[in-house]
């Protein structure tokens, strides 16, 4: 059974950092594609920041140089660390993980919330 679990939501006023977990389990981790996507509400789900298998990143215009995602391979989990944080980054979060490996493979966790406000 695959499973990706976030935490590390909550909120945070203005200018303040989160730090988002997704524990992965039930698939070959290493070899996923890892992206972290966001949807808030009235809008479309969007791409914040994605890691391959490789190691390699991009990020939205929107979070360049806020953001950070990063993976460990070792604990099956990629994180993303958010720093100056801004109301428009209100939204529930999500982690994603795909692999084409003869066919598409692609998972997505249950969300968490992040509420930027003072």
């Known amino acids: 059974q695959v499973q990706l679990v976030e935490s590390g939501g909550g909120l945070v006023q203005p200018g303040g950092s989160l730090r988002l977990s997704c524990a992965v389990s039930?698939?070959?981790?290493?070899?996923?594609?890892m992206g972290w996507y966001r949807q808030a509400p009235g809008n479309q789900r969007e791409l914040v920041a994605a890691?391959?298998?490789?190691?390699?990143?991009n990020y939205a215009d929107a979070v360049k140089g806020r953001f950070t995602i990063s993976r460990d391979n070792a604990k099956n989990t990629v994180y993303l660390q958010m720093n100056s944080l801004k109301p428009e980054d209100t939204a529930v979060y999500y982690c994603?993980?795909?692999?084409?490996?003869?066919?598409?493979?692609?998972?997505w966790g249950q969300g968490t919330q992040v509420t930027v406000s003072s």
């Open positions: 890691i391959n298998s490789g190691g390699n990143t």
């Open positions: 994603n993980a795909e692999v084409k490996w003869g066919r598409r493979y692609n998972y």
């Open positions: 039930g698939i070959n981790f290493s070899i996923y594609d």
